[in-house]
């Protein structure tokens, strides 16, 4: 498994790192980690039509030759610190220095990895208290990879909870979840939450859990009533499993609007990481 990890100086995007190399050390040899910072800025290349969004604030945003320079070296700190992490536990570790717009710029080295490991914040809420998050919440609408978001405070992933109701956007995040979980050797929990938009006698519990423990998997499953973005969180919670996970599409515009909410709680306050499969 390919992991992709963004790099900033948020205390989120540390977690993010802490999570990626965990996951690495738990499963030696099966994990590759590369690391990835966006230089946002560039100085004026004198073409007016090129240089135009960059002028009006756009990313990259237009600066002096000298300013980009001091940006282009911070990010060589990052790389440089994420390796030296790596090292200190015998993780070999690739790094990326890229230059552009920061969610186009994720979205394409996204495509070549499995999954892409991010803080629930970044650089924005430290500088702007409250305004952080909107970059993660677009790129797991866009990305052509599964995403792991992780908050400020890491928490071991003992087992994970899979938010299963039986669509194609439910069977993903299972299949994601099953591969995560053999890497890290953890059981799956599959929670369907019932809230009254399917037949009264509808459970897509029992068959998926048959299939799981049929193929030597440890999963144990449960049909709970509630609202899916706020019991899929708790019941979450209640286990301490340390992670969720939920299809980024469903059939229909409640899974986005389910997916939606349950972001916002993950990357609002909640010490919860959330995988959200493609």
Same mark, same amino acid.
């Given at each position: 498994?390919?992991?992709?990890?963004?790099?900033?100086?948020?205390?989120?995007?540390?977690?993010?790192?802490?999570?990626?190399?965990? @996951?690495?050390?738990?499963?030696?040899?099966?994990?590759?980690?590369?690391?990835?910072?966006?230089?946002? /800025?560039?100085?004026?290349?004198?073409?007016?039509?090129?240089?135009?969004?960059?002028?009006?604030?756009?990313?990259?945003?237009? /600066?002096?030759?000298?300013?980009?320079?001091?940006?282009?070296?911070?990010?060589?700190?990052?790389?440089?610190?994420?390796?030296?992490?790596?090292?200190?536990?015998?993780?070999?570790?690739?790094?990326?220095?890229?230059?552009?717009?920061?969610?186009?710029?994720?979205?394409?080295?996204?495509?070549?990895?499995?999954?892409?490991?991010?803080?629930?914040?970044?650089?924005?809420? /430290?500088?702007?208290?409250?305004?952080?998050?909107?970059?993660?919440?677009?790129? @797991?609408?866009?990305?052509?990879?599964?995403?792991?978001?992780?908050?400020?405070?890491?928490?071991?992933?003992?087992?994970?909870?899979?938010?299963?109701?039986?669509?194609?956007?439910?069977?993903?995040?299972?299949?994601?979840?099953?591969?995560?979980?053999?890497?890290?050797?953890?059981?799956?929990?599959?929670?369907?939450?019932?809230?009254?938009?399917?037949?009264? #006698?509808?459970?897509?519990?029992?068959?998926?859990?048959?299939?799981?423990?049929? #193929?030597?998997?440890?999963?144990?499953?449960?049909?709970?009533?509630?609202?899916?973005?706020?019991?899929?969180?708790?019941?979450?919670?209640?286990?301490?499993?340390?992670?969720?996970?939920?299809?980024?599409?469903?059939?229909?515009?409640?899974?986005?609007? @389910?997916?939606?909410? /349950?972001?916002?709680?993950?990357?609002?306050?909640?010490?919860?990481?959330?995988?959200?499969?493609?």
């Amino acid at each position: 498994m390919h992991l992709l990890v963004g790099l900033d100086e948020s205390p989120w995007s540390l977690a993010a790192q802490q999570t990626a190399i965990a @996951i690495a050390v738990r499963a030696p040899g099966a994990v590759r980690l590369t690391g990835l910072h966006v230089v946002s /800025v560039r100085h004026p290349t004198g073409d007016v039509i090129a240089d135009l969004a960059g002028l009006l604030g756009f990313e990259p945003v237009m /600066v002096p030759e000298k300013v980009e320079a001091v940006y282009r070296a911070r990010g060589e700190r990052f790389l440089e610190s994420f390796r030296a992490r790596c090292a200190e536990v015998g993780v070999e570790c690739g790094g990326i220095l890229d230059q552009g717009a920061q969610l186009a710029r994720l979205a394409h080295h996204a495509a070549s990895v499995d999954l892409v490991v991010l803080g629930a914040r970044g650089e924005t809420e /430290v500088a702007w208290r409250g305004q952080g998050g909107s970059k993660v919440e677009k790129l @797991i609408r866009s990305a052509p990879s599964d995403v792991l978001v992780v908050p400020r405070t890491v928490r071991p992933i003992e087992a994970i909870t899979v938010g299963f109701d039986g669509t194609e956007g439910a069977r993903r995040a299972l299949r994601s979840a099953r591969k995560l979980a053999r890497l890290l050797g953890c059981p799956l929990h599959l929670c369907y939450v019932e809230d009254g938009r399917r037949a009264e #006698d509808f459970d897509p519990i029992p068959e998926a859990l048959a299939a799981l423990i049929a #193929d030597g998997v440890e999963a144990t499953g449960e049909r709970i009533p509630g609202e899916p973005h706020e019991t899929l969180v708790a019941r979450c919670f209640e286990r301490g499993d340390g992670l969720l996970a939920v299809g980024r599409r469903g059939r229909s515009w409640f899974t986005d609007l @389910i997916l939606g909410r /349950v972001t916002e709680r993950i990357l609002g306050n909640a010490e919860l990481s959330l995988l959200v499969a493609r």
